[in-house]
Each structure stands twice: as structure tokens, then as C-alpha cells.
């Protein structure tokens, strides 16, 4: 019997940290829309997330479209389908690539910056001093966070779908000799606004579970500095496997027949 034991203990454990987690979403969202709200910690959570990670996040665009575009041409061309390669790059930034690529290119950075900061807030019992000084912690620390990761992620994207479809036009028309003209207008000519819609939604979608993560490992981490450096490795991998659930979700929901 130990074999089945030992797959019933990770089954409940695996469903109890489901509840823990769902208890925890319940509870920061509640906090993100019930007033008070603080306009300056959510500012300046829209900085750290959205303005510092435009670097990451751009050169991350640039080169896949660029690799997009010339992995495209090298296979359209055995069956002399080049003219598609436009609308393969702009379809592909724009409902999968921008989302996927900058919301782990973000859950890198970031997830692993909040399960730190709070999780050593954690560990040096400062969180236990804000309840002693009548703050809320998931008031304070956890909805700003939130509300500026659902609210700058699908900026970012926008951002990084212009500049990967930047990066493809660049190659294409100056590498492999297409017409910027008709490049641009096979472009716009196959763009629909469920493409873009669908990438936004899936950018909000991976920013709050980016936020939801690294505040959740950083909120209940333990165990001093090796407590905080689990914490922000749970919050990265969690992220990500979360991102990459979600995203076929979102895709199935938006593009299923």
C-alpha cells in the first residue's frame, strides 16, 4: 500500500495548496476593488513592471520577429508561398508570440522581484508589523501589485507586437528583398481586431497571475534566506506553467470552432 499512499499524500497536498491559493486570489481581489486604494504604491508598481521591463521585453520582440520571418521565408519557399510570410509574422506576434514571450520574459523579472521583496518582508516579520500598525498586507502589499500587472502587462504587449512586426518587416524587406509596400499591406490586409483582442486578454490574464504568484510564494515563504530564495523560485516556475495553461485556454476560447 505504500505506492498508493504515497500518490494520495501528493494528491491531498496538491489540493490543498489549490485552496490555499484560490483563498489567497479571493482575498487579494477582494482588496484590489474594495476602497481604500493607494495611487501612489500602484504607480509606482506600473513603473517597476511596465517601464523597466520595456528593454527585456523589446529586444525579446525585435529578434523573434526577425527569427519568425526568416524561419518563414526558408519554409514557404519550397512551395513559392513567400507572399505569406507578412501575414504569418503580424498573426503571430500579435495573438501568440507578444503575449507568451513578454509574459515570461516579465514573470522572470518581476514575478522573482515580488517573492523576494515580500518574502524577506516575511522572514524579518515586517509584515507582521504592518497588522500591528492596523495595515492591511494584502492592502498595502498585494492589490497594488495586482492592479498594475493586470493593468501594464497588455501594454507591454502592444509594445512588443509593433516592434516584432518591426522586426519582421526589417528582415523581409531589407534581407530578403520584399517590397516594403506590399509587405505592409499583406500586413494590414490579414490583421483582425479578434488577433489583437485576443492578445490583450491573454496579457491581462498573465499579468495578474504573474503578481498572483510572486505575491502568494513571497507572502507565505519561510525559513529565513533559503525560505526566500524557494519562494522565488516556486513563484517563476508557477508563473510560467500558469502562463503557458492559460494561454491554450484563452486560445481555445477565443479561436475554437
Given at each position: 500500500m505504500n505506492p498508493i499512499a504515497?500518490?494520495?499524500?501528493?494528491?491531498?497536498?496538491?489540493?490543498?495548496?489549490?485552496?490555499?491559493?484560490?483563498?489567497?486570489?479571493?482575498?487579494?481581489?477582494?482588496?484590489?476593488?474594495?476602497?481604500?486604494?493607494?495611487?501612489?504604491?500602484?504607480?509606482?508598481?506600473?513603473?517597476?513592471?511596465g517601464y523597466f521591463s520595456l528593454p527585456v521585453v523589446g529586444l525579446t520582440a525585435i529578434f523573434s520577429g526577425m527569427v519568425l520571418a526568416l524561419q518563414s521565408y526558408t519554409g514557404f519557399q519550397r512551395f513559392e508561398a513567400e507572399s505569406a510570410i507578412a501575414t504569418v509574422v503580424v498573426l503571430s506576434m500579435t495573438r501568440e508570440l507578444g503575449p507568451v514571450l513578454a509574459g515570461l520574459m516579465v514573470a522572470g523579472r518581476v514575478g522573482a522581484a515580488m517573492a523576494a521583496e515580500i518574502g524577506t518582508m516575511r522572514v524579518t516579520e515586517q509584515i507582521d508589523a504592518l497588522t500591528t500598525l492596523s495595515t492591511n498586507p494584502f492592502k498595502y502589499l498585494v492589490a497594488p501589485r495586482l492592479i498594475a500587472?493586470?493593468?501594464?502587462?497588455?501594454?507591454?504587449?502592444m509594445v512588443a507586437d509593433v516592434i516584432g512586426v518591426m522586426g519582421g518587416y526589417l528582415v523581409a524587406v531589407h534581407k530578403l528583398d520584399f517590397g516594403p509596400?506590399?509587405?505592409?499591406?499583406?500586413?494590414?490586409?490579414?490583421?483582425?481586431?479578434?488577433?489583437?483582442?485576443?492578445?490583450?486578454?491573454?496579457?491581462?490574464?498573465?499579468?495578474?497571475?504573474?503578481?498572483?504568484?510572486?505575491?502568494?510564494?513571497?507572502?507565505?515563504?519561510?525559513?529565513?534566506?533559503q525560505?526566500?530564495?524557494?519562494?522565488?523560485?516556486?513563484?517563476?516556475?508557477?508563473?510560467?506553467?500558469?502562463?503557458?495553461?492559460?494561454?491554450?485556454?484563452i486560445t481555445e476560447a477565443f479561436f475554437s470552432r
Open positions: 504515497a500518490i494520495g499524500r501528493v494528491f491531498l497536498f496538491f489540493l490543498a495548496a489549490t485552496g490555499r491559493l484560490a483563498l489567497f486570489a479571493g482575498s487579494a481581489v477582494f482588496h484590489a476593488v474594495k476602497p481604500p486604494i493607494y495611487p501612489r504604491l500602484i504607480g509606482r508598481q506600473m513603473v517597476e513592471i500587472g493586470t493593468i501594464m502587462l497588455p501594454l507591454l504587449v509596400i506590399a509587405y505592409l499591406e499583406n500586413t494590414w490586409e490579414h490583421l483582425e481586431t479578434q488577433d489583437v483582442v485576443s492578445g490583450l486578454v491573454k496579457a491581462a490574464a498573465f499579468g495578474f497571475l504573474i503578481a498572483l504568484m510572486g505575491c502568494y510564494h513571497g507572502y507565505h515563504s519561510r525559513g529565513g534566506a525560505g526566500v530564495g524557494n519562494a522565488t523560485t516556486n513563484a517563476v516556475v508557477s508563473a510560467s506553467i500558469l502562463i503557458l495553461t492559460s494561454n491554450y485556454l
